[in-house]
């Protein structure tokens, strides 16, 4: 499991989520900026709750996208940009 930081803000959850876009949506071919907003809220969410940021990512990923579709997805890479960020806190 992967230790969770206290202070990752939704924001930056959301911009890595975009640039990686882990699920395939074409977001930034898009320029859907906003697509993951509500999941990095989601990821911030649980991870307040002492959900590790894998943990996390993965639960509300599935409650979006579905299960089975994440179990297709390699979401170590993203994981680890989000745990290599330098983040502070703070809210849009």
């Not at 697509?35 to 991870?47: F, L, M, N, Q």
């Amino acid at each position: 499991m992967t230790p969770t930081t206290n202070t990752m803000n939704w924001q930056q959850v959301s911009r890595i989520l975009f640039e990686t876009d882990p699920m395939h949506t074409a977001c930034k071919e898009n320029d859907c900026f906003d697509e993951y907003d509500r999941v990095a809220r989601g990821v911030i969410a649980e991870i307040e709750n002492g959900v590790t940021l894998d943990g996390a990512l993965e639960q509300v990923l599935g409650d979006w996208f579905g299960q089975e579709l994440i179990e297709s997805r390699d979401l170590a890479p993203v994981v680890e940009q989000l745990n290599t960020q330098q983040v502070g806190g703070g809210s849009r």
